[in-house]
């Protein structure tokens, strides 16, 4: 198989390098942690995953379209902050029902918010939801001045369940992959890709580029609330800054999964396949025992490799040419 035939694969496929790093990866944690596969640790680590997963399938389909959403993080804390304070310890299904479609209309609205002003007002994406980010960060800590707040033990118990000896966090994944491929394979899928890639190009055909864009936010804020609800439902508990480092990891698995930054290039296969790297090399670190600084000094290295890491290939690839 020559080298044509190669990046032709690699470039259909740009995932293959994220599973390939994560079979590693695993392998690794396997021999540190014996009992990976256990039910019940498997359950706990799909569980803690979740959240970051939703949300970076958010962020996929913003940076496929061109854009960048940094105000995810935020929208993250705003939803979780309004998820605690209307859902309380004795609430019934009713009051959570509210709860729920209070925090998902919450992540909708600010999705609309940045999606007009990167979409119809033409501003900057990193400039914007960089600015949003404090607004929503703001109105988290308005909610929820300091962390606290419990909610009804059923409501929890519901998403740490393994139906069929299968964890409920592997149920989502796999239909989050599914709406990813009915979506792709949709004329608006083909409109995304097409904005991404060459938005000029793209609206001199009839591309309604605009409203692409403006969607993509949408995707975002709701994939944040959706986030916040599963995190929430995770800890149990609520803290205002809780998303903060959200963020920045959803970018770094998005860039780990092989979507090119500046967009027109990816999926969420590859995306939802960074998450799990980046879960199971803190893993490896967790179990490795290495000192909690080391532990910070790794998940930069690990950004900064997964930034520069398309960069280096291809200027290895003009010193071999």
């Known amino acids: ?143 929820l001045p300091r962390p606290g707040g419990n909610l009804p033990r059923e409501f929890l118990r519901s998403y740490r369940g393994a139906p069929l000896d299968i964890p409920l966090a592997l149920y989502f994944i796999a239909l989050a992959i599914l709406i990813w491929l009915v979506l792709r394979s949709t004329r608006y899928g083909q409109y995304l890709f097409a904005t991404g890639g060459k938005a000029d190009a793209a609206y001199a055909t009839g591309v309604p580029v605009n409203f692409v864009r403006f969607s993509t936010y949408v995707w975002a804020g709701l994939a944040a609330a959706l986030s916040a609800l599963a995190l929430t439902m995770n800890l149990g508990t609520g803290n205002p800054r809780i998303g903060d480092a959200m963020t920045l990891d959803s970018i770094v698995a998005v860039v780990l999964g092989g979507t090119r930054l500046s967009g027109g290039q990816g999926g969420v296969i590859g995306s939802v396949l960074g998450v799990l790297i980046l879960g199971v090399i803190r893993n490896i670190i967790s179990f490795a025992n290495v000192p909690t600084w080391s532990q910070t000094l790794v998940d930069a290295l690990i950004i900064i490799a997964a930034l520069a890491g398309p960069g280096l290939v291809r200027f290895l690839r003009r010193r071999t040419a």
């Open 1 to 143: 198989m020559n080298s044509v035939v190669l990046r032709r694969i690699a470039l259909r496929h740009s995932y293959l390098l994220a599973l390939l790093l994560l079979l590693i990866a695993v392998g690794i944690n396997f021999y540190l942690q014996p009992n990976l596969f256990e039910l019940r640790v498997l359950n706990s680590n799909l569980r803690n995953f979740l959240p970051l997963i939703i949300l970076t399938v958010g962020q996929t389909i913003v940076i496929i379209g061109g854009g960048i959403d940094l105000s995810v993080g935020a929208i993250v804390s705003m939803a979780n902050a309004i998820l605690v304070t209307l859902i309380l310890p004795e609430s019934g299904p009713t009051e959570i029902l509210v709860g729920i479609l209070a925090a998902v209309g919450a992540g909708l609205a600010a999705g609309v918010f940045n999606g007009l002003c990167v979409a119809y007002l033409r501003l900057q994406p990193i400039v914007t939801t960089y600015a949003t980010s404090f607004v929503y960060a703001g109105i988290a800590l308005l909610i």
